[in-house]
T-cell receptor, first 113, second 112 residues
Framework: EAQVTQNPRYLITVTGKKLTVTCSQN?????MSWYRQDPGLGLRQIYY???????DKGDVPEGYKVSRKEKRNFPLILESPSPNQTSLYFC????????????FGPGTRLTVT | DQQVKQNSPSLSVQEGRISILNCDYT??????FLWYKKYPAEGPTFLIS?????DKNEDGRFTVFLNKSAKHLSLHIVPSQPGDSAVYFC???????????FGQGTILTVHP
């Protein structure tokens, strides 16, 4: 089954404790992206990657890191999480040549206390 | 600066009637527009799209209209069904490769 998976689905952590949210897709998509969803703000792009070893900042990259060492994986790293990073996070992917249609993962609910 | 705006946070409609969701954008470089639907505890799923060279695209009960001069697009759902109750996001692309800019979302509730 073609899908984008994220782990964990739910995470409660404390300020400053490094964490990684994993994202994996099995559709051989070149393009992957991370978004956060906050009430009243919709979905905002954090980082995106057009292919292996190619990443770029989105609209709200501060406080986040990403890496793309393999085509299928695109982890999101919070080196020192803060309460303002409490949010719902989505990973997405699509083929390079396709329209802008992206496939989204199920989301990761992160709470930073 | 919110380049894509959905000014109605919520919409309530009776089953069988038409639902109209609206979206405005400010960036004239956008050339591709999409609607996504999101149920609770799930990721957004693609619903329908339209290129800037068209003014209408239809897929079953869903039709998207684009008015480039007004920088406005709308999604029509006819007839509305209770299963359509979800959050709807409009999105626009075209300013840089692969980047989508999303609106704030509109919660649609269809009452039986």
């Amino acid at each position: 089954e073609a899908q984008v998976t994220q782990n964990p689905r739910y995470l409660i952590t404390v300020t400053g404790k490094k964490l990684t949210v994993t994202c994996s897709q099995n559709m051989n998509h070149e393009y992957m992206s991370w978004y956060r969803q906050d009430p009243g703000l919709g979905l905002r792009q954090i980082y995106y990657s057009m292919n292996v070893e190619v990443t770029d900042k989105g609209d709200v990259p501060e406080g986040y890191k990403v890496s793309r060492k393999e085509k299928r994986n695109f982890p999101l790293i919070l080196e020192s999480p803060s309460p303002n990073q409490t949010s719902l996070y989505f990973c997405a992917s699509r083929h390079r040549g396709a329209s802008y249609e992206q496939y989204f993962g199920p989301g990761t609910r992160l709470t930073v206390t | 600066d919110q380049q894509v705006k959905q000014n109605s946070p919520s919409l309530s409609v009776q089953e069988g009637r038409i639902s109209i969701l609206n979206c405005d954008y400010t960036n004239s470089m956008f050339d591709y527009f999409l609607w996504y639907k999101k149920y609770p505890a799930e990721g957004p799923t693609f619903l329908i799209s339209i290129s800037s060279i068209k003014d209408k695209n239809e897929d079953g009960r869903f039709t998207v209209f684009l008015n480039k001069s007004a920088k406005h697009l709308s999604l029509h759902i006819v007839p509305s069904q209770p299963g359509d109750s979800a959050v709807y996001f409009c999105a626009a692309g075209g300013t840089s490769y692969g980047k989508l800019t999303f609106g704030q979302g509109t919660i649609l509730t269809v009452h039986p």
